[in-house]
C-alpha cells in the first residue's frame, strides 16, 4: 500500500460538515473488494468511468469511501482521502445516497492494512471482515444488499461469506504464517458471521476460481518474488491457502466448490448469489515470458489460466440457486493502453534476467485493469445488467430424464425483436449454439415471459442454456445470464430371482424411467456379458411418471443345474438409449 495511505497516518475524527442526508437512490451500494497482495486503492481507475456508466439517479456521487474491520476491537471504521491521507470519519455523517465502498483487508493481530501483515490472515476471516463490513454499508445506506466487485482472491473471499464459511475466530497459526483449521476458535458459518443474504450481486475479476499455485511459486523462484514483490514471495497463510491441494495446499478453495471435503467440519452452503466472472486475458499469447517451464500455458493474464477465472467451469451448477456467467475480455500483449500504464509490466531488471527478448507484461494487476477500458466496460455491464434485469434467464422446470422446459424473460424497452434460447452442453454458448424457435417479443416496456420445451435429451447430463433477445431495431443481441439443469438418469434394479426350479425361473426388477416413456425386459443367458443381442424377455410398456415400477417375467425350458445370469433393462423410448440394472445370477436345481 502506498505510505501516504497507510493507518499511521490517520489523524483523529472530525463530522463532515454540509452534506445533504438525501433520500438514498433505489440502487444497491458497490463494495470493492481487492486480492492477495492488494489494496484498496488498486481500483482507483475505475470508479470515474464506472460512475460515468452507470444512471445518474441510481449513483448520484462518485465519492468513495474506504473501510476496515477490527476483529480484535470489534469496530468497523469508515474513511475519507482527504489531499492523500486518510481520515476517519463518523458513520453517522456519511450520506445514505453514497453507493461507493472499498474494504481495506486488515490484520488485527498488528493492526495493520499493511499487505505482507494482511496475507497472514485466512480467506475465512476476511470473509468475516467483509460480513461485518457489509452489514454497516447497509445501515448507512438504507439498502437490503450490496453489488460486491472483487479482484482476485476477493473474489475467493466474497465466496467464502455467501457459502457460509465465515469465521468470526482465527483460523490460522499467524506465528507459523499457515492456515490452522483445527484451531477451537476456527468457526465457518457461525454466530454474526453466518451468511445474512446481504450480497446481491458478485463480479469477480480475474479471480483464480479453482485455486492458483502462484503464490507457492513465488517463494520458490526468487526472480519472480522479485517480480511480484515482497508480499508475493514471503511466506503467508494466503499462499496455502491459494495453492492447490495437490501440491499442498489446504484444500479451502476446493472446498468452496463443492468437491464434498468440510473445512473445520462444516461444508459450504449452496451459492445464493448470482456471479460473473469477468475474465482478462491476453488473446495472442499462450506461452508467456513468467511460463516457469509450463505451468502457465495457455491463454492467462500472465498469473490466471483464462479456465480458472471461469465461475462456470469451477462453480457446479448443481450447488447454486442462482444465474452464473463468464466474461471473457481479451487483450493483445502490444495494445496501446497496456503499453502506457506502468502497472501493466514487470520490473524490467528482473524481466529481462529472465527473459531477455520480452516486455514483460502483466495484465492481473487491478491497478493495471482499472484503467483498461474493455474492462471497465464489462464491469460496468455486468452492474447495469443487475439493476435492469432486462433479459432474465430463468430456473429450467418440467425436467425428465430426457426433456425439460427452459424459462426466461426479456422487456424489450420499447423495441421490437424476437426471444429464444440458446443451449448445449458446454457453459460457452454462441449464436452458433443449437436455438430454441425465435418467438415475437411485443413492443413495449413490460417484461415478458417466455418457456421453450427441449426433448431428445440424453439422460444424466448436465445442459447448459440462456435466454436471449435479438433487438430487431439496431439488429443486436442482448442475453441472460447462462444457467444450468441435468437431466434426470432413470434407475434400473435387478432383484433376486424367485420360484427357481430344475428347469425355470421368475425374474424380478424395477424402472423408474424418470418421466420417460419407454419399455422394460430383462436380458438373461449363460454368461455374465450379457448385450442387446442376448436372449431376452417380452417387452413391458412402463408407466410414464416418476416412480420406480415392479416387473415380473418367468423363464422356462432350461437345463438343470446351471448358472443362468440376467439383469433388468430399460428402453427409453424418448431418446432411445437404454439403460440397465446389475447382472444377477441364479443356479437351476439339479
Request: hydrophobic content about 40%; overall charge negative; charged content about 10%.
Amino acid at each position: 500500500m502506498n505510505r501516504r495511505h497507510t493507518l499511521s497516518t490517520l489523524v483523529c475524527f472530525f463530522a463532515l460538515l454540509g452534506i445533504s442526508q438525501a433520500q438514498a437512490p433505489s440502487s444497491l451500494p458497490i463494495l470493492f473488494a481487492h486480492g492477495f497482495c492488494g489494496s484498496a486503492f488498486d481500483f482507483q481507475q475505475l470508479i470515474g468511468p464506472l460512475y460515468q456508466q452507470l444512471p445518474p439517479n441510481l449513483y448520484p456521487s462518485s465519492t468513495v469511501y474506504y473501510v476496515f474491520y477490527d476483529s480484535t476491537k470489534q469496530t468497523t471504521t469508515f474513511l475519507l482521502d482527504s489531499d492523500g491521507v486518510l481520515v476517519p470519519v463518523d458513520p453517522s455523517s456519511i450520506p445514505s445516497s453514497t453507493r461507493f465502498f472499498s474494504i481495506m483487508f486488515y490484520d488485527p493481530v498488528s493492526h495493520s492494512a499493511d499487505p505482507s501483515d494482511v496475507a497472514k490472515i485466512s480467506i475465512l476471516n476476511k470473509a468475516y471482515e467483509l460480513s461485518q463490513v457489509i452489514k454497516q454499508i447497509i445501515a448507512i445506506t438504507k439498502t437490503k444488499a450490496v453489488i460486491v466487485v472483487a479482484h482476485s482472491m476477493g473474489g475467493l473471499d466474497a465466496r467464502a461469506y455467501v457459502e457460509n464459511f465465515a469465521s468470526p475466530g482465527p483460523c490460522y497459526s499467524y506465528g507459523a504464517t499457515v492456515p490452522d483449521y483445527t484451531l477451537p476458535t476456527c468457526a465457518p458459518g457461525s454466530g454474526d458471521g453466518a451468511y445474512a443474504n446481504d450480497v446481491g450481486d458478485i463480479i469477480s475479476v480475474d479471480t483464480p476460481h479453482p485455486g492458483d499455485p502462484l503464490a507457492e511459486l513465488a517463494s520458490t523462484f526468487v526472480y519472480l518474488g522479485k517480480l511480484l514483490g515482497q508480499c508475493y514471495s514471503e511466506p503467508s497463510v494466503n499462499q496455502d491457502e491459494l495453492n492447490f491441494s495437490s501440491s499442498g495446499g489446504p484444500g479451502l478453495v476446493e472446498s468452496l466448490n463443492f468437491n464434498g471435503l468440510p473445512i473445520a467440519g462444516v461444508l459450504p452452503s449452496e451459492n445464493q448469489v448470482s456471479i460473473q466472472a469477468v475474465q482478462d486475458y491476453f488473446s495472442d499469447v499462450t506461452s508467456p515470458w513468467d511460463n516457469f517451464g509450463g505451468w502457465l500455458t495457455g491463454y492467462s493474464d500472465d498469473i490466471v489460466l483464462i479456465q480458472e477465472q471461469s465461475i462456470l467451469l469451477n462453480l457446479p451448477a448443481h450447488d447454486t440457486k442462482a444465474s452464473l456467467a463468464d466474461v471473457p475480455v481479451g487483450y493483445l500483449s502490444s495494445d496501446p493502453g497496456i503499453n502506457s500504464t506502468a502497472a501493466c509490466f514487470a520490473p524490467q531488471p528482473y524481466c529481462l534476467l529472465l527473459s531477455p527478448s520480452a516486455t514483460c507484461p502483466v495484465l492481473h494487476y487491478m491497478t493495471c485493469l482499472a484503467a483498461q477500458p474493455n474492462t471497465q466496460n464489462a464491469i460496468a455491464a455486468q452492474v447495469n445488467a443487475y439493476l435492469t434485469n432486462v433479459i432474465s434467464t430463468l430456473p429450467a422446470t418440467s425436467i425428465t430424464s430426457s426433456s425439460a422446459a427452459l424459462n426466461g424473460s426479456v422487456n424489450p424497452e420499447g423495441s421490437s425483436g424476437v426471444a429464444f434460447f440458446l443451449w448445449g452442453t458446454t457453459p460457452h454458448l454462441t449464436l452458433g449454439s443449437a436455438k430454441t424457435s425465435y418467438v415475437p417479443v411485443a413492443v413495449n416496456f413490460t417484461e415478458q415471459n417466455f418457456a421453450a420445451t427441449l426433448s431428445d435429451l440424453a439422460s444424466g447430463t448436465i445442459y447448459y442454456y440462456q435466454m436471449a433477445f435479438r433487438d430487431g431495431s439496431n439488429v443486436t443481441y442482448q442475453y441472460g445470464p447462462v444457467l444450468s439443469f441435468t437431466t434426470l438418469a432413470p434407475v434400473v434394479v435387478t432383484q433376486p430371482a424367485t420360484s427357481i426350479t430344475s428347469s425355470g425361473a421368475g425374474l424380478n426388477g424395477s424402472v423408474n424411467p424418470e418421466g420417460s416413456s419407454g419399455v422394460a425386459f430383462f436380458l438373461w443367458g449363460t454368461t455374465p456379458n450379457l448385450t442387446l443381442g442376448s436372449a431376452k424377455t417380452s417387452y413391458v410398456p412402463v408407466v410414464v411418471n416418476f416412480t420406480a415400477q415392479n416387473f415380473a417375467a418367468t423363464l422356462s425350458g432350461l437345463a438343470s443345474g446351471t448358472i443362468y445370469y440376467y439383469q433388468m433393462a430399460f428402453r427409453d423410448g424418448n431418446n432411445v438409449t437404454y439403460q440397465y440394472g446389475p447382472v444377477l445370477s441364479f443356479t437351476t436345481f439339479e
